[in-house]
């Protein structure tokens, strides 16, 4: 809604800001969206192991549509590398019990 202002005004912050509270909570449709905007530079600077990240988080919380290769198709090694240690102290930190 407030992505696009469908039904009330744009906020593109405020979208934001639910997204990541939604998918800091293993919501994986709101994981793949935050995945999508970091992608393509919307709402946040571009950061392609950040997107890579949310999206392989959104797959192992269950989302089978979301590949990473086709989010971030131009991520280098390193950043792949990145991109693993991020998701592995996400999912470290956010262990279900924790």
Same mark, same amino acid.
Do not use: F
């Given at each position: 809604?407030?992505?696009?202002?469908?039904?009330?005004?744009?906020?593109? $912050? *405020?979208?934001?800001? &639910? &997204? &990541?509270?939604?998918?800091?909570?293993?919501? /994986? +449709?709101?994981?793949?969206? !935050?995945?999508?905007?970091?992608?393509?530079?919307?709402? !946040?600077? %571009? @950061? @392609?192991?950040?997107?890579?990240?949310?999206? /392989? &988080?959104?797959? /192992? $919380?269950?989302? $089978? %549509?979301?590949?990473?290769? #086709? !989010?971030? +198709?131009?991520?280098?090694? @390193?950043?792949?590398?990145?991109? @693993? %240690?991020? !998701?592995?102290?996400?999912?470290?930190? #956010? *262990?279900?019990?924790?």
């Amino acid at each position: 809604m407030y992505l696009g202002g469908s039904g009330t005004t744009k906020d593109s $912050n *405020k979208a934001m800001q &639910l &997204l &990541l509270a939604a998918a800091e909570k293993q919501y /994986s +449709p709101a994981q793949y969206i !935050v995945g999508k905007l970091y992608a393509k530079g919307v709402v !946040v600077q %571009r @950061d @392609d192991a950040q997107a890579y990240m949310w999206c /392989s &988080l959104a797959k /192992s $919380n269950g989302l $089978n %549509r979301c590949d990473e290769e #086709h !989010v971030t +198709p131009q991520l280098t090694g @390193d950043q792949k590398r990145e991109a @693993d %240690r991020r !998701v592995q102290e996400w999912l470290a930190k #956010h *262990k279900k019990g924790n």
